[in-house]
Structures are given as structure tokens and as C-alpha cells.
């Protein structure tokens, strides 16, 4: 126990006693080489470009829109404004700059989630924050400009200051996360139920009610309710929901790994090994109900692996809790290994790599033809419309137009037929558009860049 704790008087309870607001020096040293780690696996695979999720170049087309106007410019309903205005204020940086704050934010997260266990006596709090870190659904979400990693980072400054008996700062800290990402405000149950047992629930709902709300009101006022809610649920297959919800988050390797520590779990519970204290129960009860309600919403919503990433947290905080370092240690190797390699195909972090390496080759290419078109052109770039509108500096260049795409054959047809423009596509889409809207491309435009466009670049290098 460190020089502080052993000045705290004996009459305190356990509760006061772990929940120190300034941690031991060994604490510290932990989080320090817990973040490193993060950190270098992190920088290790940033790529070029902002990431392979198409709203990640929509965060940084609101961010350079904020720049450029001053106000307020939502990326997506129902708004983002936490990372939106980071963003903005990190953009003149370049795509890098806003990919490597998003690493940062994740090694916070590790570093909270080790806290946050040790404050509740775990003895596998580092391990189980490098199981977070090195599961691939966090570590790819952790190299791209996306908001998943900055909510959740919020999500656990606001359960480590709830764990301190700081509601108010609890409360600010969640706000922060909704305004990070709404569906943040999953986690206000659980983290309000424990408020509740320390007798400050009021303080902290108050807390995060005005944070959060001062944080939508710019959305509100500029965009207005209608666009706030303006999305719908997305519906999959149970075979395409079980590959996006189990596959793609933990990886092959992962999954197998995860069986056989929930299995010695199992056992040590079954033989009464693991005995949870009050804190480590109540730390247990959080994270069950965080993990029950972000599971209940990508199942209702199976659109991105990285929906579950709260949901992975709170899984590998509920096994860490019950199970000792050479269980969670090995889960981590485990962990790392499945998201840089898979049987008999690249890992996902390796794969991601070499697609952003693609994609920059694409958009080059793509920014190339476009400022040699010279007459009235409509572009339809699909999947890629976001990430080729970033780059072009807005929707129309000299002559071209873009578009997304367009679900109705016949008012495409109609359209292009009053409009006397001429219609490409990007190469890329139409696989794409064809899955998703019903046609293919070819029947009613022509591709931007030769059919051998990857060869044509190769040479010119």
C-alpha cells in the first residue's frame, strides 16, 4: 500500500480507502507503461488518409466546415459536437494529426479502465486494459478518425470519477461522452444506479443533463429536431450480424481465446476462488448492465462491428474482476495476435493498412481525372462520396458534380436525359451500388479511370 493510503485512518471504510483520488506511485508507473504500450501499437498502424469508415471523412468535413464558417456544421444525425469540434480545432494539422489524437484518446481509455480496476482491488487490471486495447474492434477504431474511442474514453473518466465520489465531475465527464456520441447515454443507467448508492444521484444526473444538452443545442438550432432523429435502424441476416458482431470484433484467434478465459472463469467461480468484495460487486453489476444495453442496441441497429466496442469493455471489465492475471494475461497476447494475423488471410490491422494504401492510390487517381474533365459531369462515387468530396473541397468542382448514388434506375435515367451532362462512376462502387441499390452502374454511366487504373499508377511510380 502506498504512503498516502498509510496515513488514512483505520476507521475508514474499504470503500474510502480504495477510492483515492491520487493514485500510489506504482499506479502510476502501471498506467505510464500501460499507455506506452497502447501508444506504439497504436502509431504502428496509422495509416494514410482518415480510415476506411466512410463517416469518418464526414467528422472531418464538418471539422474543415466549422473552420471555414465559424458555426456549427453537423457531420451525421443525430451530431458529434465533441469530436466534431476537436476535429475542428485540429484539422489545419492534416488527417494524421486527427488519427493520432484518436490514439491518444484510446490509450486513455486503457489507462482508465486499469485504474478503475485498480481502485475496486483487481489484481488483473493491467492485463484486462490491454485485452481492451489489443481487441481488434478497438484497435482498428483506434487508428481511424472515428468518434467511438473518444465517447468511450469520456464513458470511463466518468466511471473513474464516480468511483472517487466526484458525481458532478461524473456527471460532466458523460455529458462529454453523449456529445462525443449519443448512444453514450446507454451508460447513464448503470454509472446513475451507482450515484444512487452513494447517495448523489441528483448531482450527477444534474451534471450530465446540462453538459449534454448545452452540448446539442448548436445541433438543435442549426439542423433542428427532425434531422437529429433522422435515421433508422439497419437490418442484416443473423449469419452477417454473427460475422459483424463476433468475428469481426474479437478475430478468429480472439474468439477462441476468450471461450477458454470465460471457461476458467467459469471454474473458479464454480469452485469459490473468486470471491467479489462489495466494490468489486458493484463494479460487476455496472458492467453486466452496460453490456446488456449496448448489446440490445447493435442488435437492434448491426450496422459496425465498432458498435460493440462499449460492449467489449464492459465484457472483459466483468471477466477481469473474477479472474487473475495469468488468465487476462494470456487473453491479451491472444487478443494481439488475432488482430494482426488470421488463418490463412491477413489479420484485420495488417488488412486495414494495406486497404487505406488503396484507397489514397484511388483518391489520387480520382482527383486527377476530375480536374482534367471539361464539360458538365455528374460523378456518382457511392461508398466513396464522403471520402472524395474531402478531398475535392466540396460537392462541385469546375464542371463535375458529385453524387452519392441514386436508388431509383428510372429517375437517374430521366435526370440525365433533361440534365445533358455526362455520368461517371468511380471505379470501385458499383459492386457496392449493385448490393445496395439494385443495379449496376454500367447500364447508365461509364467509369471515371481506365479498367486497369491500379497498373496505370504502379507505372507512373
Known sequence: MGPRASLQPASLSRNQRVFQSSPPRHTLLA?????????????????????????????????????????????????????????????????WALCSATALASAAA????????????????????????????????????????????????????????????????????????ATSGLMALPLLWLAARRGKAGTFALACTAIASLLYMPVLQQKGFTWMISFSPGGRGVMDTLRLGVVEVWGPIGIAAL???AFKVGERIRRRESRPDSVQRELIAAARTGALLNLALFLWMPLEAAYLLPFVACVLILLGTRAPTRVMGPLAVALLVSAVYSPGSKGALPADLERRGDQQVLLDL???????????????????????QYRMGGREIGFVRLRMATANRERLMQAKAEGGEQYLFINTIDPWHRANLGYSLWEVARPLLPEDWRQLRQGSE
Not at 159 to 170: F, G, K
Not at 373 to 385: K, N, R, Y
Open 259 to 261: 471461450g477458454v478465459a
Open 366 to 388: 480520382v482527383e486527377e481525372a476530375l480536374a482534367d474533365i471539361q464539360e458538365p459531369t455528374v460523378v456518382l462515387c457511392g461508398s466513396m462520396f464522403s471520402m472524395v
Open 110 to 181: 486503457c489507462v482508465s479502465t486499469m485504474r478503475l480496476m485498480r481502485s475496486a482491488g483487481c489484481s488483473s487490471a493491467s492485463a484486462t486494459a490491454l485485452c481492451f486495447a489489443f481487441t481488434p474492434v478497438v484497435w482498428l477504431s483506434s487508428v481511424t478518425a472515428m468518434d467511438y474511442i473518444w465517447a468511450w474514453c469520456l464513458v470511463m473518466a466518468s466511471w473513474n470519477a464516480l468511483a472517487e465520489n466526484r458525481p458532478r465531475r461524473s456527471g460532466v465527464y458523460l455529458g462529454l461522452a453523449i456529445g462525443a456520441r
Open 31 to 95: 498506467a505510464l507503461l500501460v499507455g506506452g504500450v497502447v501508444l506504439v501499437s497504436r502509431f504502428a498502424f496509422i495509416g494514410p488518409g482518415l480510415g476506411m469508415d466512410y463517416d469518418a471523412w464526414l467528422l472531418a468535413s464538418a471539422a474543415r466546415s466549422i473552420v471555414d464558417s465559424g458555426q456549427y456544421i453537423g457531420s451525421r444525425p443525430p451530431g458529434y459536437p465533441v469530436v466534431e469540434g476537436i476535429f475542428a480545432l485540429l484539422h489545419n494539422l492534416g488527417p
